[in-house]
């Protein structure tokens, strides 16, 4: 069971490059989510998606955007990569049965942006 | 706004023996649930331990339990006789109950933990 996969693992771009981040998840979770983590701040919400069709803001959504594409699938797009975007970034699903049902996590995507 | 925090960014602990970990948050919601989330050097996130707010018995998983305060708004991870592989930095993470929109979930910044042979 595959759970939540991120691609790529790791990526190098320069300032001004775009790129897109792809997770997908197999448990059949209605709702998914997009942090970065960097030192010292723990992990911050960028964009989740309550439910397939529906997306919103979390923390810290500036300069990025996302798309829910199905059921399965919560991509996030950098437009424009700037060095302030170097981080590590987390894609998580839940399911919304259950009040106490955590996130479960993908393995991370470490971006650098030069 | 719901905050969560860990107030030692780093610790260490000679394997066998029994470390704490803090956590504090702050809220005003009077239902919520709270985890510790472990991430090793591999970077995967794993859950260890949850614990509902009405639940007045501490949770426990094997050599992992918590210490909850509904009142001080605390939330201690313990772990007894520490393991090498117990190596990893601990999150600790607020959630409200679920809500259509479901932006539920905040994190404290962490604390590194080391396990010293």
């Known amino acids: 069971n595959a759970g939540v996969t991120q691609t790529p693992k790791f990526q190098v771009l320069k300032t001004g490059q775009s790129m897109t981040l792809q997770c997908a998840q197999d448990?059949?979770?209605?709702?998914m989510y997009w942090y970065r983590q960097d030192p010292g701040m723990g992990l911050r919400l960028i964009y989740y998606?309550?439910?397939?069709?529906?997306?919103d803001k979390g923390e810290v959504p500036n300069g990025y955007n996302v798309s829910r594409l199905n059921k399965r699938e919560f991509s996030l797009r950098l437009e424009s990569a700037a060095p302030s975007q170097t981080s590590v970034y987390f894609c998580?699903?839940?399911?919304?049965?259950?009040?106490?049902?955590?996130?479960?996590f993908g393995d991370g995507t470490r971006l650098s942006i030069l | 706004a719901q905050t969560v925090t860990q107030s030692q960014p780093e610790m260490s602990v000679q394997e066998a023996e029994t470390v704490t970990l803090s956590c504090t948050y702050d809220?005003?919601?009077?239902?919520?649930?709270l985890f510790w989330y472990k991430q090793p050097p591999s970077r995967q996130m794993i859950l260890v331990i949850r614990?509902?707010?009405?639940?007045?018995q501490n949770a426990t998983e094997n050599r992992f339990s918590v210490n909850f305060q509904k009142a001080a708004k605390s939330f201690s991870l313990k772990i007894s006789d520490s393991q090498l592989g117990d190596t990893a930095m601990y999150f600790c993470?607020?959630?409200?109950?679920?809500?259509?929109?479901?932006?539920?979930?905040?994190f404290g910044a962490g604390t590194r933990l080391t396990v010293k042979p």
């Open positions: 998580a699903s839940r399911i919304i049965q259950g009040n106490n049902q955590p996130q479960h």
């Open positions: 448990m059949n979770h209605n709702s």
């Open positions: 998606s309550a439910s397939e069709g529906t997306t």
């Open positions: 809220t005003s919601e009077n239902n919520y649930y």
């Open positions: 614990q509902e707010a009405y639940k007045q």
């Open positions: 993470a607020f959630m409200k109950p679920v809500t259509y929109n479901n932006n539920d979930m905040r």
